[in-house]
């Protein structure tokens, strides 16, 4: 295992070094990107007869647990570490929208996105039941703070659209994952969803998350405003992380969910209450580096992930629709709330359609995907997860910067000038 670690924490500083030093895309985007180029050259070599390289590649990936990883791994430290520098003032501003996107807007897309697909694969003669749909809908519905945060800043969003956006990523993924856990667990259990059960499952997962992220948080933030030694109060925050998503875990409460309160929590209260200036440098940058370094270990895996994924090109015929309907259903959820509370909130000019389009899609949807258990639908969806996910974040991940300089007055903004980040 300290191998594979070795050897994957190895490629991604080279390819990060790579993009940095010539290709100069957004530093996760830059090396998602060597990452595919890199796996259609293997592909391209098995076909002319070099298999060896492409098995033993195939081999060392097979080895990685990317659900597990990602999910049981890596999401507690990205999601803590995002919510650590949201100013929760900003942020209460847009409460009641941010809620019902990461609420309600996840079931509505759920259904409409899940009907949409079960109707597609019908066409297409692709076998997946309607409850399967829903489970897609659930995987891909979530907008993922992890490629959304890097990318927003660095395509120069105001403040008041990063804010939203962020705020909107950091709980729908939470909560997505939770409805995502419901619709698996009843359709590869053959058992039937009723909306009481459903309720009661959702509140104990998202509540129980939300009140065990607040007790968690306090503790820490208790222990660090007794002290001023910033090493064994970034020592804190790192435990507050590794030992509260365990204990979600073992609680079966929403992790997800916990991390982004906690981080909340002590990016706010502590910062201002419990961090003495050097203190909080030291935390400040302990965690984006922590960021930092697992986006791009991130972004590489997504990239090599293209040799483990099976491919038919019927699967295409299915996606490219879906990708329409997914920012239709997108737009759709931004737009009539917003249109709604344009009385009590002054939202600025275009922030539908830059709302809409960084909405990307990214690991989050991947790992939920390659954790379903083996049936004849699990290749379909997690193919065309792959597709919506790289359509997500090479297309609308390299262009957000652009519609954000058209959309902005004073903000002249292009994918170009990001590649600087």
């Given at each position: 295992?300290?191998?594979?670690?070795?050897?994957?924490?190895?490629?991604?500083?080279?390819?990060?070094?790579?993009?940095?030093?010539?290709?100069?895309?957004?530093?996760?985007?830059?090396?998602?990107?060597?990452?595919?180029?890199?796996?259609?050259?293997?592909?391209?070599?098995?076909?002319?007869?070099?298999?060896?390289?492409?098995?033993?590649?195939?081999?060392?990936?097979?080895?990685?647990?990317?659900?597990?990883?990602?999910?049981?791994?890596?999401?507690?430290?990205?999601?803590?570490?995002?919510?650590?520098?949201?100013?929760?003032?900003?942020?209460?501003?847009?409460?009641?929208?941010?809620?019902?996107?990461?609420?309600?807007?996840?079931?509505?897309?759920?259904?409409?996105?899940?009907?949409?697909?079960?109707?597609?694969?019908?066409?297409?003669?692709?076998?997946?039941?309607?409850?399967?749909?829903?489970?897609?809908?659930?995987?891909?519905?979530?907008?993922?703070?992890?490629?959304?945060?890097?990318?927003?800043?660095?395509?120069?969003?105001?403040?008041?659209?990063?804010?939203?956006?962020?705020?909107?990523?950091?709980?729908?993924?939470?909560?997505?994952?939770?409805?995502?856990?419901?619709?698996?667990?009843?359709?590869?259990?053959?058992?039937?969803?009723?909306?009481?059960?459903?309720?009661?499952?959702?509140?104990?997962?998202?509540?129980?998350?939300?009140?065990?992220?607040?007790?968690?948080?306090?503790?820490?933030?208790?222990?660090?405003?007794?002290?001023?030694?910033?090493?064994?109060?970034?020592?804190?925050?790192?435990?507050?992380?590794?030992?509260?998503?365990?204990?979600?875990?073992?609680?079966?409460?929403?992790?997800?969910?916990?991390?982004?309160?906690?981080?909340?929590?002590?990016?706010?209260?502590?910062?201002?209450?419990?961090?003495?200036?050097?203190?909080?440098?030291?935390?400040?940058?302990?965690?984006?580096?922590?960021?930092?370094?697992?986006?791009?270990?991130?972004?590489?895996?997504?990239?090599?992930?293209?040799?483990?994924?099976?491919?038919?090109s019927s699967y295409l015929l299915v996606a490219g629709p879906l990708i329409l309907i997914i920012?239709?259903?997108?737009?759709?959820?931004?737009?009539?709330?917003?249109?709604?509370?344009?009385?009590?909130?002054?939202?600025?000019?275009?922030?539908?359609?830059?709302?809409?389009?960084?909405?990307?899609?990214?690991?989050?949807?991947?790992?939920?995907?390659?954790?379903?258990?083996?049936?004849?639908?699990?290749?379909?969806?997690?193919?065309?997860?792959?597709?919506?996910?790289?359509?997500?974040?090479?297309?609308?991940?390299?262009?957000?910067?652009k519609l954000v300089g058209h959309v902005v007055p004073g903000i002249d903004k292009s994918s170009?000038?990001?590649?600087?980040?």
């Amino acid at each position: 295992m300290l191998n594979i670690a070795a050897l994957f924490i190895t490629i991604t500083a080279l390819f990060s070094w790579f993009n940095y030093r010539f290709v100069r895309l957004p530093a996760t985007i830059g090396v998602m990107v060597i990452a595919l180029v890199m796996s259609l050259a293997l592909i391209a070599l098995d076909h002319l007869g070099f298999t060896y390289v492409t098995d033993l590649t195939e081999q060392w990936l097979g080895s990685i647990n990317f659900n597990a990883l990602l999910m049981d791994g890596m999401l507690s430290f990205l999601l803590f570490a995002g919510a650590l520098h949201v100013d929760i003032d900003k942020l209460r501003r847009y409460r009641y929208s941010i809620g019902f996107l990461a609420s309600v807007g996840v079931v509505v897309s759920t259904l409409a996105i899940g009907s949409a697909a079960w109707w597609l694969f019908n066409t297409f003669n692709i076998e997946v039941p309607y409850l399967y749909c829903l489970v897609f809908g659930a995987l891909i519905s979530p907008t993922d703070p992890i490629a959304v945060l890097g990318i927003m800043q660095s395509a120069g969003a105001p403040e008041d659209m990063e804010i939203k956006i962020v705020g909107e990523s950091l709980f729908n993924d939470g909560v997505a994952v939770v409805v995502f856990t419901l619709l698996a667990g009843a359709a590869t259990a053959g058992e039937q969803l009723t909306a009481t059960h459903s309720l009661m499952l959702f509140g104990e997962e998202a509540g129980g998350g939300l009140l065990l992220g607040l007790i968690v948080g306090y503790i820490a933030y208790q222990m660090m405003k007794s002290i001023d030694q910033y090493q064994v109060e970034v020592l804190i925050s790192l435990a507050l992380v590794l030992g509260g998503y365990a204990l979600a875990t073992w609680l079966e409460v929403s992790g997800p969910i916990a991390m982004v309160i906690a981080g909340l929590f002590i990016g706010n209260r502590g910062r201002e209450h419990a961090m003495s200036e050097n203190t909080r440098r030291y935390v400040d940058g302990f965690w984006e580096l922590i960021d930092e370094i697992l986006n791009a270990v991130l972004f590489v895996l997504i990239g090599l992930e293209l040799l483990l994924i099976p491919f038919e090109s019927s699967y295409l015929l299915v996606a490219g629709p879906l990708i329409l309907i997914i920012l239709a259903v997108r737009l759709t959820t931004i737009g009539l709330p917003m249109m709604a509370m344009r009385r009590w909130v002054d939202y600025r000019r275009g922030t539908t359609r830059v709302l809409t389009w960084g909405g990307l899609r990214g690991g989050i949807s991947v790992a939920l995907a390659l954790g379903l258990p083996e049936s004849e639908y699990r290749e379909p969806i997690v193919m065309i997860t792959y597709i919506i996910v790289l359509f997500s974040i090479l297309v609308q991940g390299l262009t957000i910067g652009k519609l954000v300089g058209h959309v902005v007055p004073g903000i002249d903004k292009s994918s170009s000038e990001s590649t600087h980040h």
